[in-house]
Each structure stands twice: as structure tokens, then as C-alpha cells.
């Protein structure tokens, strides 16, 4: 049977052939398809073929085949490979996607792939569909109809472009002792400790403690951190009352930068950050003084994440609160020691979006000053 489709390439042929296994990224099948042909130019039987390249004796067949009853080409190209028409026309395949992205059945909290498969049957003329086209069909789409993620969809509007560009303009200007820019926010925390005794690791045995914990309260935590040098301050309260808030910032003003002359202060939108809180924790000139050297600038609502200091509530939970601590004072232990490594060490947050990004990533969401001009038009007339 063999002997029937005999090889004979012209030097053209070997040139083209050498040159593909020579360089390049090819796919395997033609790579080996190439080296079948150069084979059996040579007088290699088809056995020896299939054995020195690790393919079939029927590929082997079929390559030498398709180049002398058609050409190189033929020979080299991928053959159309049969199978199974799809079992999901083009629109029901849109009647698929749609039913996944809606809301799932009642009783359900989501869809899952029976759930689709028989809605589809009902849907369309078809008595049988599995749940494995229907699992082949979302992933062609990137839909996971049984997963949602959890988010926070701020309303952008000019209150939160104006906002989050008077907090991205302080972040991108150069550093000034005078006037420095200071991240603040605040985090509470558990103080845990042990039922018993956790068991200290040992070679081929990991740490182990109990599941069972004992809670022995909260603490609140009011962080600074400075956007231009690697500084930051954790504070411990018991609380985060409106005294607590500006007790906090006359320390900054008085102890923790005493020579700047206007220390600009970046926050949220907390009840207690306000400056009628001074007013209510101190008599009005001491009020008056703090506030004539601060400046707030508040993140827009819903926009936690422009705040700075949020990155670095992050690293201290991760590198420090990661565990359990039983007590205020030895986290205030913990945390000091964190803190003074952490600035020596000369970390940084790496802040890396400015206005001009925001405003080429974000700029369909921005406030439309014509689209408001001819509605406000609209209504007049």
C-alpha cells in the first residue's frame, strides 16, 4: 500500500523544507509532516519514519499521499477534521448568554449548568441539551454565571471628578517641608487570644493552634501616613469619638510636624472629620490655632481607594495584625515595633496615577459640560 505514493521532491522543495524546520515558530504537526517528507526523499521506509519521528504509521501514509496526489502545500497544510455540527445555533447561543446574564429562577440564588441546560430546552426546539455545551458555550463567552464579585459603584459625577483630581494633584507635587501632604484614615481591630496554648512548630510540623479563641475586645487604630516621605504613625484608642479624631490631629500639627506651616490633610468622608469637631472637643482659640494650620481635602464617597494610606493599612494588617493579640498593650507593643521598622527601612507607597491617566481612563465617565447645557436648553423650551 505503500509503495503506491512514492516521494520525490525538487530542490526547490528541500530548500522550502529545510528553511521551515530551520527557524521560525511552526506548528508541530507541520514540523513533523516537513520531516516526513525529507525522510522519505531520502529512501527511508515508512517504518523507519514513523519510528525515528514518534508519529503513526498513518500519518506517515496520509502526509506522503496528499503530496503526490496534490502538492507541497496540500501535503503540509492541516486537514479539515470531522465532527459534530455544533449543537447551538448563533442565536441560540445569544438566547444562552442572555438567559445567564439575567436573574436566575425563582428559589435560586444563581444559575448553574443544569439550571441553563433545561431553560434552554424549554426555550428551543431541542429535546436534549447537556451541560457540558452549555459549559462550553459560557467559557467562549468568559461567563461564570454562579460567581459575582462584590464592588462599590460610585455615582462620578463633578463633586467626584473634582475631588479625586484635587487628591491626585497633591500626590503628584514635589515633596515640601512646609507644606507637607499627609494620608490619614482610621481601622478597627480585634484583640484575640489563646484558649490554649498553640503548639510551636518543629521540623516536618507546621505551627498549630486551637480554632477555639477568646475575644477580649476591640481597638481602633488611626493611621498617618506621610505621600511624599517614608513616614507614617499608628495611634491605638479605645475609640474613635470626634475627641479622638482631633486629639489625633493637634498631635500632628504640634508634635509630629511642629515647622510646617500648613499640613494638608487627606481623608474620608467621616461624620466626626469635620471642623466643627475641633469646636467640640476644645475651647474655640485652642480649635481656631489647630485648624489655621491644617487643610483637609476629603476622597470622594465611594472612593476609599485614592486615599494612600489605605495601601498601608493593608501592609501593617498583613505584616503585623496577621495573628492573634490578646491585649492593647501588646499590640501597641507590635505595632510600634512595625512602625519603626517599616520607617527605617524607607518604604514607600508608589503612587502611580495622576490626573492625566485618570482623565484618559476615566474620561467617558466625566461630566458632559455640553450634554448638561442642552438639557438644561431642553427644559426651557
Known amino acids: 500500500m505503500n509503495l503506491r505514493y512514492r516521494v520525490e521532491l525538487s530542490q526547490a522543495e528541500r530548500d522550502e523544507l529545510k528553511a521551515l524546520l530551520s527557524g521560525g515558530r511552526h506548528a508541530v504537526r507541520k514540523v513533523k509532516r516537513a520531516q516526513i517528507l525529507l525522510a522519505a526523499d531520502a529512501g527511508a521506509s515508512d517504518e523507519a519514519i514513523a519510528t525515528s519521528l514518534g508519529v503513526g504509521g498513518s500519518t506517515v501514509y496520509r502526509t506522503k499521499r496528499r503530496f503526490v496526489l496534490g502538492n507541497l502545500e496540500l501535503a503540509l497544510r492541516e486537514e479539515p477534521r470531522p465532527g459534530a455540527e455544533r449543537k447551538l445555533s448563533g442565536k441560540e447561543e445569544a438566547l444562552l448568554v442572555a438567559t445567564a446574564c439575567s436573574s436566575p429562577p425563582e428559589g435560586r440564588a444563581r444559575w448553574t449548568l443544569d439550571l441553563l441546560a433545561g431553560a434552554m430546552i424549554r426555550l428551543t426546539e431541542h429535546d436534549i441539551i447537556s451541560r457540558d455545551t452549555v459549559r462550553r458555550r459560557l467559557a467562549e463567552n468568559d461567563l461564570k454565571p454562579w460567581r459575582k464579585d462584590m464592588w462599590c459603584i460610585p455615582q462620578v459625577d463633578a463633586e467626584y471628578v473634582a475631588r479625586m483630581e484635587d487628591v491626585l494633584d497633591l500626590y503628584a507635587e514635589a515633596p515640601d517641608p512646609k507644606r507637607p501632604v499627609v494620608c490619614f484614615d482610621e481601622s478597627p481591630t480585634q484583640l484575640i487570644g489563646e484558649v490554649r496554648q498553640p503548639i510551636p512548630a518543629e521540623p516536618g510540623q507546621i505551627e498549630r493552634y486551637d480554632c477555639e479563641y477568646k475575644r477580649n475586645g476591640t481597638a481602633n487604630l488611626f493611621i498617618f501616613l506621610d505621600a511624599h516621605r517614608p513616614w507614617r504613625k499608628v495611634k491605638v484608642t479605645d475609640s474613635r469619638a470626634a475627641v479622638d479624631f482631633v486629639t489625633c490631629m493637634r498631635e500632628l500639627t504640634d508634635l509630629h510636624f511642629p515647622q510646617a506651616e500648613r499640613i494638608r490633610v487627606v481623608l ?114
Open 268 to 381: 474620608d468622608n467621616l461624620s466626626t472629620h469635620t471642623a466643627g469637631a475641633f469646636y467640640q472637643a476644645f475651647p474655640a482659640c485652642e480649635a481656631r490655632r489647630v485648624l489655621q494650620r491644617m487643610e483637609f481635602h476629603y476622597v470622594p464617597k465611594h472612593a476609599s481607594w485614592l486615599n494612600m494610606v489605605e495601601i498601608e493599612i493593608g501592609v501593617l494588617r498583613s505584616q503585623c495584625l496577621d495573628r492573634r493579640i490578646d491585649s492593647r498593650e501588646h499590640l501597641v507593643s507590635e505595632i510600634a515595633a512595625w512602625e519603626r521598622q517599616r520607617n527605617a527601612s524607607g518604604a514607600r507607597i508608589k503612587w502611580m496615577l495622576t490626573t492625566d491617566k485618570a482623565r484618559a481612563k476615566m474620561g467617558r465617565a466625566y461630566p458632559d459640560p455640553a450634554a448638561a447645557t442642552r438639557d438644561a436648553q431642553l427644559k426651557e423650551s
